[in-house]
């Protein structure tokens, strides 16, 4: 069973089209994370969830609206996008907010046309 | 505020033979994790290895091993007998203890590897 896992692996979405990312945990982890990775940029943290509720919020745009149900999903709903939110979406676990390290799902490579 | 220095954004090494990865860090802190990532041409983001700061002695996992001088706050990678399936962009990233902590990624390093 792999670790983390993320739906769809490849999205391609107009500006005015509504998607979601989803991101699932097999680790029994309670802090999952968003992560954004643009071509020649660092790895951007999104938004950070422990237990379930949002502890960090990177001044993302409102055009990105996380859920998280349980501590074993994540969804990133997108609406509005620009193309250049164009990036690699990445999602993590760890057993705790800020302690170990993070496990990766594969990524969902998103574009905006 | 973490900051990540990882100076040489590409390096090549010969299979077989042993390649050295850098990093420099800068924190406040006194208690953190620190890490390698590795990302292969497939974008999966691979733990490689771990390094508690606290922790003197450098970790080793198998061809991989660390370098961590804490005073200088650098925590460099060492990977011996390089194989192809090595080739991939390598992260460094500390990561303080504690809640509402971040995991602060460097720009990466391209690591290729000649047959």
């Known amino acids: 069973e792999t670790g983390v896992t993320q739906t769809p692996r490849h999205l391609v979405m107009g500006m005015t089209n509504k998607k979601s990312l989803k991101c699932e945990q097999h680790l029994g982890h309670n802090a999952m994370y968003w992560y954004k990775q643009s071509a020649k940029k660092p790895l951007e943290l999104m938004f950070v969830y422990s237990l379930e509720e949002r502890v960090e919020n990177n001044s993302v745009p409102s055009r990105f609206s996380p859920e998280c149900p349980n501590s074993s999903h994540l969804f990133l709903h997108l609406h509005t996008l620009q193309p250049e939110d164009s990036a690699l979406y990445l999602c993590a676990s760890s057993r705790q907010d800020g302690l170990g390290e993070q496990y990766f799902g594969p990524g969902t490579r998103l574009t905006v046309t | ?115």
């Open chain 2, 1 to 115: 505020a973490q900051t990540v220095t990882q100076s040489q954004p590409e390096m090549s090494v010969q299979e077989a033979e042993t390649v050295t990865l850098s990093c420099t860090y800068d924190t406040s802190e006194s208690d953190y994790y620190l890490f390698w990532y590795k990302q292969p041409p497939s974008r999966q983001m691979i733990l490689v290895i771990r390094q508690e700061a606290y922790k003197q002695q450098n970790a080793t996992e198998n061809r991989f091993s660390v370098n961590f001088q804490k005073a200088a706050k650098s925590f460099s990678l060492k990977i011996s007998d390089s194989q192809l399936g090595d080739a991939a962009m390598y992260f460094c990233a500390p990561l303080h203890t504690g809640a509402n902590s971040k995991l602060t990624f460097g720009k990466g390093i391209t690591l290729s590897v000649r047959p």
